[in-house]
């Protein structure tokens, strides 16, 4: 039983929500910033961004989005590199596609040790893989993204498998808490199950359910 609190309770908390493409993990990691002060930071949203300026990176960055594949590990590390310090000065950061690989894990693990922090807990989400194409292909309708073709679904899918999955195996052989939580079902309902699958950190206190430091249970498996 871990709490969610840094391992220096004095320090932010550093975690990660982990998850294939279309797990769910941008729409969780808002609700965990809004409801515990966890500051939300996405890559994927970042890299967006970079693309709708239309620099130089930006429109390279676009062809390697859309095709489903990964960009470098270097840019993403330099990326997060730049935002870290601001995240990490408030009660804690959740990263949120970040990281993707293990060297760019090990990159953030250094980055964090030169303030003195680690990792502290890794939400994993868990959906069964034809649900996540479903999801993706309903997404492709209603928000229209560059990288929701079948063909850039599939290859994010075989990246995943390829290069993240092993991330977590990376943390896990760390000793880090590795938090799985059934990505089934509605935002809300899977929202709850985190809720109740993490010691509850401050700004959750006041919500129903076993307070103070240590797991306190929930059905995530
Ligand atoms: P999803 O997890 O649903 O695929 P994201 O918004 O997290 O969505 O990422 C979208 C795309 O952005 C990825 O397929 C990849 O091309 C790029 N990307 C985001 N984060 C990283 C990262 N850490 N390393 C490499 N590429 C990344």
Redesign the pocket.
Known sequence: MVAVQAQDPAQAVIGIIF?????G??TQASRIESEAMLKHL???????AEVAKGTPTGKE?GR??A???????E???DI?RGRLPEAEAGAGVLL??????VR?AQALDAMLAEEGHRVDLVIALEVPEAELVER?LHRAEVEG?A??TRE?IA??MH??HKLTEAVLDYYRRQGVDVVRIDGTGSPDQVFERIRRALPSPPAWEDASGPKGPGRVGGDAN
């Open positions: 998850g294939p493409p279309g797990s993990k941008g996405s890559t994927g949203e970042i890299l967006r960055v390697i989005m095709a489903g594949d990964l960009v470098p590990d840019l993403i590390v997060v949120d596609g970040f990281p993707r690989t760019q993706l993204r990288d929701d850039a290859e994010r990246e995943y």
